[in-house]
Each structure stands twice: as C-alpha cells, then as structure tokens.
C-alpha cells in the first residue's frame, strides 16, 4: 500500500502502539514513525528495537507536524495528555485512540480537541497478556476487528483515512457507538477479565492452604484464566473505573447467572446444566465460525 499519513506520533510505546509500528513498516503506510512514553527506559528499549524512526522526551515534542496522533496510554490519563498536546497539533491533524473505553475518553478528550483537528475515537480489538515495546508484532491486527466511533459532527475524511489505515495494517473496521461500545466491551472484555482476575485470586488463597499445588497442577482451564489476568494492572484499573456502570450491570447479570447454576447443581438438575453448557459451547462455535479464534489445541496459541 501507498503511504496514507506522512508523519504518525505515538503516544505510549507498549503492545498496541508497537504492533501498530511494526504493521505500519510492513504495509509501508506512514512517512515518518514518531514515538514517546512517560519513561526514560522505555524510550531507550523502543531506540534500540528501531520500530519508529525517531524518539522523543515528550508528548508534546512528538505531535508538531504529525497528521496522525495515536493516543496507546492508559485510559486514566488521556484527558490530561489531550491538554498537554492540544497547543502543539498541526491543523487538520487526526488525533484518535486504542483504550477499551470509549465514553469516558470522548469525555476526557474531546474538549482539548482544537478546532480544525479531527478526534475519531478506536478500538483495535486486539491483544495479548504481554506488555511494552518488546510484546509488539506486525500480525496482532490481523483478521481482528477495530471499531471506530464517530457521529454527525465527526469529519468525513478524516474517518475515511483513518479506515484505510486500520484496514492497511490487517484489520476489520466497523462504526460503533460509544455507550453501545462500552456496554458490549463489558460483556466480552471487560467483565470476563475481572472474573479471571478473581478467579486466581481466589486460587492464590487456595495455594496458602495446599501448598504450590494450584499452581503445580493448574488445568487447562486454570491456566487460561492466569493467561488473561496477567495483563496490564494499570490498564485494566483504568478500564474498570471508566466503564464502571456498564461493567457493574454485566457483573450484576452473571451474579444471576452464577446463582442460577449454583441451584441446579444443588438440585442435582442435569438436564438444565447440559441445556445451559449446549448453548454456551454454540456461542463459542459461533466465535470461531467468525474467524475471530481457532478450534486447534490451546486455542492455536504458541509461546511468544
């Protein structure tokens, strides 16, 4: 493909940011890669892998001249780098986002936006339980989807370039709204993660009393739950605390869900547990039909 931003500032430089770098060099879609992030020792790890062509101290010092401003930081400090950056965006610029929330962010975001910038809020859905400059590769985006929000006031062009671009690094772009977004990211993200979360938890009290033995003999199922509650702590507390109504109101329906199981296993009901799993186990039929997982052994996943 043809070069679509002459100049690309990233703001972060860990699994998203990284990725994209690297898929933005393979399909050679932007002129110049800039790059930046809060610490010093990030910034030299992200030098000496060389996936953006130039590091700089600041955010600030990043953005002048970028025609595409990537925001791949934490959700909780967005608002407070928009206002760091606002004075120093080129007019006409696109300045757009990778956090798993997107209402909170608008809010945050959008009132530092300058007339004559475009704000097209993203999400790549797309990741792995790994984090930093190191974790990236060119082939996270692939076949995944990245949704984008825009509405009535959102520049056409700007939406149409910022498609092209998502769709030149491997990836499957739909428009979604941002309450509707945060509500289905609450269901197939956000929740699932607080659960694995307490489910090692959970296991970590258990190994006090059995020794190593949970993490010794750690099934399949078990491992896979570590596998997701080892991402990144500051992300997801920022996840959580910024999609809070819609993540309590998913948590809310899978307490009923719990409960609902508890009684039948009580009872003794098998009939409504084999009824229950059937329609689960379509669901993740369904997943991999969409071409969004496979059905080889351990979920097609080699160690990274």
């Known amino acids: 493909m043809s070069v679509i931003y002459n100049r690309v500032a990233l703001i972060g430089l860990g699994l998203i940011a990284g990725s994209m770098a690297h898929a933005m060099r393979r399909a050679g879609l932007a002129g110049h890669i800039v790059g930046t992030s ?29 025609d595409l401003v990537v925001l791949a930081i934490p959700v909780g400090v967005m608002g407070a780098v928009a206002a760091e950056i606002a004075p120093h965006l080129k007019a006409g610029a696109t300045v757009t986002d990778v956090g798993s929330v997107k209402r909170a962010v608008i809010d945050a975001v959008q009132p530092h936006i300058p007339a004559g910038v475009h704000f097209v809020p993203g999400h790549p859905l797309a990741g792995t339980e790994h984090s930093g400059p190191k974790s990236g590769f060119a082939e996270l985006f692939e076949n995944r989807w990245c949704l984008l929000i825009k509405d009535e006031n959102t520049d056409a062009d700007a939406v149409a370039k910022l498609k092209k671009f998502w769709e030149g690094m491997g990836a499957l772009v739909d428009f979604m709204d ?38 010794e003999y750690s099934a399949a199922g078990f491992r896979d739950f570590t596998r997701i509650a080892a991402s990144d702590p500051t992300m997801w ?24 199981l508890q009684s039948a296993i009580r009872r003794g009901d098998g009939d409504h547990l084999h009824a229950y799993f059937t329609r689960t186990r379509a669901i993740r039929s369904g997943i991999i039909e969409a071409g969004q997982d496979t059905d080889e052994p351990n979920f097609g996943r080699t160690t990274r």
């Not at 609450?186 to 020794?211: C, E, K």
């Not at 996840?239 to 609902?260: C, Y």
Request: charged share 30%; aromatic share 6%.
């Open 38 to 66: 809060r610490t010093a020792e990030t910034r030299d790890t992200a030098q000496e892998i060389g996936f953006c062509d130039e590091i700089v101290a600041t955010a600030a010092e990043a953005v002048r001249d970028a």
């Open 178 to 215: 941002a309450d509707h977004h945060d509500l289905v990211l609450a269901v197939t993200s956000h929740a699932p993660h607080l659960i694995a979360y307490t489910m090692v938890g959970v296991a970590d009290d258990l190994r006090r009393v059995t020794d190593s033995e949970v993490i």
């Open 237 to 260: 507390r920022d996840v959580f605390l910024n999609n809070k109504e819609a993540t309590l109101e998913i948590l809310g329906r899978f307490t009923e869900e719990l409960f609902a």
